[in-house]
């Protein structure tokens, strides 16, 4: 009886998830557009433009018809609080400047990598204060390809930098001058 519950509660919670809602917000494609155009002025993110058209827009988005309508969001999955990447701009800036932590920066856009460092110049970010992603036809984040003219929009030192530390440390482990001598033994303590 108890699993019958759970099932049934969770059901429903399963198919929001895989199931859109009706179309809420429509755009009509014109001459010129590209996605990131429609996102920044529809505020839309790049994602849930892409999300909410996968099958239909390619992922590089070149097969964009003008006068075609496409959707821009779904009921209950629409975020139109968005953020366009200008030069310099990192995650941390974005979320501090849009009083989000980076857990939910990267939750509102799945496209982002974990280390933040693949947002591009002109793409455009959600930074709603909730967790709006729509859902996907097969369930799985969308691929998206930044435009082939697309900069990076920070290009900060990678993580990993060689440091004094890591110059001077060679790696002999038959190394008899080690710092130890300056450390109390256990009994010092």
Known sequence: MFSKSILAVTLPLLASSAIAGPCVRKYTVKAGDTCDKISAEQSVSTYQLAAINAGYIDELCHN?????????????EDCDQTYVVKD???C????AN?????????????????NCTNIYNGEVLNVCKDVIVPPTP????????PPANATPAS?????????????????????????????????EL
């Open 88 to 90: 310099g701009d990192t």
């Open 92 to 95: 941390s800036a974005i979320t």
């Open 64 to 76: 964009l018809a003008i006068d075609d309508t496409i959707c821009i969001g779904y009921e209950n």
């Open 138 to 145: 097969d369930g799985k984040p969308v691929e998206i390809t």
């Open 155 to 187: 290009l900060g030192t990678p993580a990993n930098t060689n440091t004094q530390q890591d110059n001077n440390q060679q790696d002999d482990d038959n190394d008899d001058h080690d710092d130890d001598e300056s450390l109390p033994f256990c009994d």
């Open 98 to 114: 849009h009083g989000i932590d980076m857990t939910l920066l990267l939750a509102n856009n799945p496209q982002i990598n974990d």
